[in-house]
């Protein structure tokens, strides 16, 4: 965070948190509700301003209970999630992740595939899922380990119908991400409502 905004929280710590102003859609982009009238469904206003933009990614947390929140000086505004905390687009080299906050992502411990066929990784920043626009790249770099008779034989193969019709039956893969070694991880399938637990987040944080 940056070092006025952790000098605004010593200076005033009892600030009350805000819920319902700040959303964050499937594509990564911040958006702004008056009044705090988030409500499922409900696009709300795009912040335009690359400044506030890079001030909210800079300063976007997460508390020990899962819920994620940007702290606006000395004031916690806690964030609606459309999908996860985190958005994950390609990088510039087309095989390295980075998330809408523009981190690097370094490890993967768990990928998840839904009902609705939406991509999610576990990374060492915390949950995510794939960009839309760049899923279908992202499943190009994954196959799966498979377990050979032959223990010498480890040649990952590509992700099939097969592999898919697995998952749907419950099994789990050892997926390869073959560019980055670092991504390899489970791959198994779930529903999206079970995302949030599966992942440990609070999708829509509120007041208690």
Request: glycine residues 6%; charged residues 20%.
């Amino acid at each position: 965070m940056d070092k006025n905004v952790l000098d605004s929280i010593k200076k005033w710590p009892d600030v009350p948190a805000v819920y319902g102003w700040l959303s964050l859609d499937l594509n990564g982009k911040w958006k702004l509700h008056q009044g705090g009238s988030w409500q499922p469904g409900l696009s709300g206003e795009s912040i335009g301003s690359p400044q506030i933009n890079e001030f909210i990614n800079r300063n976007y947390a997460v508390n020990e209970r899962g819920e994620w929140f940007f702290q606006n000086g000395p004031q916690r505004v806690y964030a609606c999630l459309e999908y996860t905390p985190y958005v994950l687009h390609l990088a510039e080299d087309s095989h390295t992740l980075e998330t809408h906050t523009h981190q690097p992502v370094r490890q993967i411990s768990a990928w998840f595939l839904d009902e609705q066929g939406f991509l999610y990784a576990q990374t060492d920043l915390g949950a995510a899922i794939i960009c839309g626009r760049d899923t279908a790249a992202v499943i190009e770099h994954l196959a799966a380990q498979e377990k050979e008779a032959d223990p010498e034989n480890k040649t990952p193969t590509p992700l099939s119908e097969t592999h898919l019709a697995a998952l749907a039956q419950g099994q789990q893969l050892n997926a390869v991400y073959r560019p980055h070694p670092e991504y390899n991880a489970p791959l198994k399938q779930t529903t999206s409502g079970q995302i949030p637990k599966e992942m440990n987040f609070i999708r829509i944080p509120s007041s208690r």
